[in-house]
């Protein structure tokens, strides 16, 4: 059997299977993107109804609450300018908090006119007597007369007219009456409200164009109240009885109109309604459509796009099924060969991956020896600092203890040869004198003792116990800082005597005392007279932070080295004896065994100051 026939047996039942995998798919995947666009018109049908009957629900209640208030009550009773003017000044009022109505009148028994306030650039403005207008040929003041008292009539949603003609540009209008009763309950007149619906309009114009899609508002008849751009709305206020959908589209008009809410897809494209029935009471049954579209090359863009996209993906099954079957049976021979190859460079590279594991095992190991002999170096070295300094208290007192030897072997003599007073006052004095001096140089190697065994317990037992950081300082001053006596540099602490930590004074002290003896190393290499500050407070936080801080005047530190401060074995003193281990184990103490932060800034030429971040009650 021939490679091309090999080849062809193979492809054939995956050309097959492609193909009739593909038809699935693309009948799922074009059912999947109409299903979005389906979700798309329903959510904006949804939206674009709750903003309609949000914003139409109130138009009842505020027309009555007018309607029934006591100030109207008592102006349309005695009629008097004062009673007409509180009026004018209520109705103002409402129009200016409630800005969704562009006029607010009464009208009296014959339909004139007699309040009225228009809203102006969101300003109430009252009418003055010689504009007011007879309005009682209007249908909507017909309408209202008909009502009785708590009853209200709503006239359909159309174009504001003033004296007789449509104002430009154009106001929709909805508007709203109820009669109006003296006290006496005699009949005096109407109260309209004017509702301005072209914010809501607008709003509906703006959904559909933010959402890419034709949102339409139909009136009962099919005339638009929010059109199309290709298309005329209110054109039954201008006689146009050809500018609706029941004629345009007659089709789509049958399917709207005898359902609520549906969606259907014709010639015309895809399309989404629901009927609004206008939440006010009344005898009146008046409702509007809302009618969501898109066009045929929408929906035939849905279902071409799912189409390309399924046919190339098939294409290129075929085509890479046939181009790897055929790379399969090509490399048939060679594969047995890589295989064998393969299991070599295995085997070479758990060898390397050994030998990198042990690498850094001993690595790791030889890091934390360097670190512990760090540790123990620094230890060492307060111990030789201390040891130094007892010679300075211990070696007077011995001096001291041979001068008392010798006064007293003196006064011994005065006694066999005849002792005087003043020999003996003599002798009390030297005395007083040197136990004075004896008890100090005591006191001062008993303090150095004290000092050098609570360090030593800290760093070599790492227990956590409750401590002053003060008391901590001050036992680094007496020892492992004694060296500063002999230096000109200075260093000042600034630490409140109560501030109290439960944590690791051992890390804590060893981490003070590598920051202080660093900046004392690099920091004032051409500076004589050095100023380091340690400061130390409290923060008022929820965790209690404490916040050390050492800064120094010295030379700072350069830009690339800021980076590497706190890398294992960097050092820029190695040729001083730098191991590179002291700010890598400084990071090591806070991070891990303080629970803490540090942060270092530094600017060239002006100093260096490290802020170190810990709980003030650190975790075990």
Known sequence: MTLRTTHLRLVLPWVLLTVVVTYFV????????????????????????????????SLSRDTL???????????????????????????????ESAQSYDQIRWLDEQGH???????????????????????????????????????????????????????????????????????????KGLIVLNFKAKPILDALQELGSRANLELTLLNSEG????????????AFMFDMPQERLSVSNPNSWVKISANNAGSFINSKGYWHFQRINLPWSGSEVR????????????????????????AGVALLLILMSGYFSWRTLSISAARDRARANLELKKLELEQSNNALAYSLDTLQKTQADLIETGKLSSLGMMVAGVAHELNTPIGAALMTISSLEHDSTQLEQAFKTGLKRSDVDVYFQQFHQGATLLKKNLDRAALLVHSFKQLAVDRTSEEKRTFKLRELIDDLLSTTWLK??????????????????????????????????????????????GRIILQAEQLNDEDNTVVIMISDNGEGIAEEVMNKVFDPFFTTARGRGGTGLGMHLVQQLVSRVLRGTIKLESTLGEGTT????????AQA
């Open 26 to 57: 693309y009948q799922q995947s074009s059912d999947n993107d109409l299903a979005v666009l389906t979700q798309k018109h329903e959510n904006i049908i949804a939206e674009a109804s709750a903003n309609l009957y949000r914003s139409l629900g």
């Open 65 to 95: 609450f007018l309607a029934n208030h006591p100030l109207t009550r008592d102006a349309v009773s005695d009629e008097t300018i004062s009673s007409r003017v509180k009026l004018e000044t209520r109705f103002s009022y409402f129009s």
């Open 113 to 187: 006119e007699a309040i009225r306030i228009n809203l102006i650039d969101g300003k109430a403005k009252a009418v003055s007597d010689q504009y007011l207008q007879d309005k009682n040929d209007r249908y909507y003041v017909k309408e209202g007369f008909k009502k009785v008292y708590g009853e209200v009539y709503f006239s359909p949603l159309d174009l504001n007219v003033e004296a007789g003609e449509i104002e430009r540009p154009y106001k929709p209008i909805i508007r709203s009456v109820t009669p109006v009763q003296d006290q006496s309950g005699n009949h």
């Open 223 to 234: 005339y638009w109240l929010v059109s199309p751009p290709q298309q005329k709305p209110w």
């Open 287 to 310: 409702y509007w459509y809302l009618v969501v579209h898109s066009d045929r090359a929408t929906l035939n863009h849905v279902r071409s796009r799912a189409l390309y996209t399924c």
């Open 484 to 529: 500063l006596k002999k230096e000109s540099h200075t260093l000042e602490v600034d630490v409140p005597d109560d501030l109290e930590l439960t944590s690791f004074p051992g890390a804590l002290g060893q981490v003070l005392e590598n920051l202080v003896n660093n900046a004392l190393k690099h920091a004032f290499l051409h500076k004589n007279h």
């Open 610 to 617: 490290v802020t170190v971040q810990l709980p003030r009650m």
